[in-house]
């Protein structure tokens, strides 16, 4: 079974300062994919990045970019650069060869002002 | 881009009364949806998948008679909670998967629907 764990419920951060959100997953599978939501106070659920797991290089999407560790079976998000439209709830979420997705508890993030 | 819409947004409903909510891919087709259910604070949680044409697959522990799923078009799913009860009173969002590179193995969720049994 897979399983996806973020160990961190909350967190903040300074407006403009950089943050980095943890997860792990497990799996025995070789090839999946992982995925960073993002859900703010409206709660709908928005993608931020993804993540294929044959490909090496960590994916990069603006400000928001990840340190995807296969071996250790971790997925960062860091966020740089941060600001006020970022606070809200990140999940992380892993894709197996089936095709269903499985979430990760949450993180609540709050940028400071 | 892909969009997924809910509707209703929110429901309230009598205790025995049965309700349903509907998923629809406005600009693509969906042979498969996906219907997560969130409590306040926690994460989301696989219900069901829902099947064009066919039977829908449920997770373990959810029972098929209390959450009846629907999908009788490429483009519409439907969940309905039979005989709701106050502890179905939860957060529940849809999800497919746009077809096309841009669109692979990415969700596109639904905006959510929220129901409170009384």
């Known amino acids: 079974a897979q399983t996806v764990t973020q160990s961190q419920p909350e967190m903040s951060v300074q407006e403009a300062e950089t943050v980095t959100l943890s997860c792990t997953y497990d799996?025995?599978?070789?090839?999946?994919?992982l995925f960073w939501y993002k859900q703010p106070p409206s709660r709908q659920m928005i993608l931020v990045i993804r993540q294929e797991a044959y490909k090496q290089q960590n994916a990069t999407e603006n400000r928001f970019s990840v340190n995807f560790q296969k071996a250790a079976k971790s997925f960062s998000l860091k966020i740089s650069d941060s600001q006020l439209g970022d606070t809200a709830m990140y999940f992380c979420?892993?894709?197996?060869?089936?095709?269903?997705?499985?979430f990760g508890t949450g993180t609540s993030l709050t940028v400071i002002p | 881009g892909a969009v997924v819409s809910q509707h209703p947004s929110w429901v309230i409903c009598k205790s025995g009364t049965s309700v349903k909510i509907e998923c629809r891919s406005l600009?693509?087709?969906?042979?498969?949806m996906f219907w997560y259910r969130q409590f306040p604070k926690q994460s989301l949680m696989l219900m069901a998948t829902s099947n064009e044409g066919s039977k829908a697959t449920y997770e373990q522990g959810v029972e098929k008679d209390k959450f009846l799923i629907n999908h009788a078009s490429l483009t519409l799913s439907t969940l309905t909670v039979t005989s709701a009860h106050p502890e179905d009173s939860s957060f529940y969002i849809c999800?497919?998967?746009?077809?096309?590179?841009?669109?692979?193995?990415?969700?596109?969720f639904g905006a959510g629907s929220r129901l409170t049994v009384l």
């Open positions: 999800s497919a998967r746009p077809p096309g590179v841009s669109g692979a193995n990415v969700l596109t």
């Open positions: 600009d693509f087709q969906a042979t498969t």
């Open positions: 799996t025995s599978e070789s090839n999946y994919y």
């Open positions: 979420a892993f894709m197996n060869t089936g095709n269903q997705f499985y």
